[in-house]
């Protein structure tokens, strides 16, 4: 299954990430928060990872068709889980600092998947950067939150 099928397996895999995460959306908590002077409006964080989530399977799912299931794609796998856990660590618990933590490791895990993935298609390895961009950008507003709001 390296065809239609599979790239539809990705997109449904990215679609749980994706989804998990919409369950615990910003709330009064959030909007209570001191936020840096940085931080993006709320309406562009929909259409970037809906984008982000596009290059994410595509990439995911090029490499696959390559290879089939091996380190690179567990490697994706183990940072789309990752990645679903920032949302309900940072909205739904409150957790600032466990969300922070959540996403330096997501930070270490991409960019292990992108250098696997450069090994095995060159595309897939470019089609994550704009991940890393972003994801290292949230970085940056999850500390700049965390320092802002203690406790």
Do not use: C, E
């Not at 290879?67 to 909205?91: C, E, K, R, T, Y």
């Not at 618990?93 to 992108?114: E, G, N």
Request: hydrophobic letters at 65%; charged letters at 10%.
């Amino acid at each position: 299954m390296r065809g239609w099928k599979s790239l539809a397996v990705f997109f449904l895999l990215v679609a749980a990430a994706a989804g998990a995460g919409a369950m615990a959306a910003p709330d009064t908590w959030y909007a209570a928060l001191t936020k840096p002077a940085f931080n993006p409006p709320a309406w562009l964080f929909g259409p970037v990872w809906t984008l982000l989530y596009v290059f994410m399977a595509i990439a995911a799912w090029r490499v696959y068709r390559r290879q089939g299931v091996d380190l690179s794609i567990g490697a994706w796998l183990v940072q789309l889980v990752v990645n679903a856990a920032w949302s309900p660590l940072f909205f739904g618990a409150h957790r600032i600092d466990l969300a922070l933590i959540d996403i330096l490791v997501l930070d270490l895990v991409v960019i292990v998947t992108i250098a696997l993935f450069f090994r095995r298609d060159r595309i897939s390895g470019w089609l994550m950067l704009p991940y890393l961009a972003w994801i290292g950008f949230a970085t940056v507003l999850n500390a700049s939150l965390w320092t802002l709001n203690p406790g």
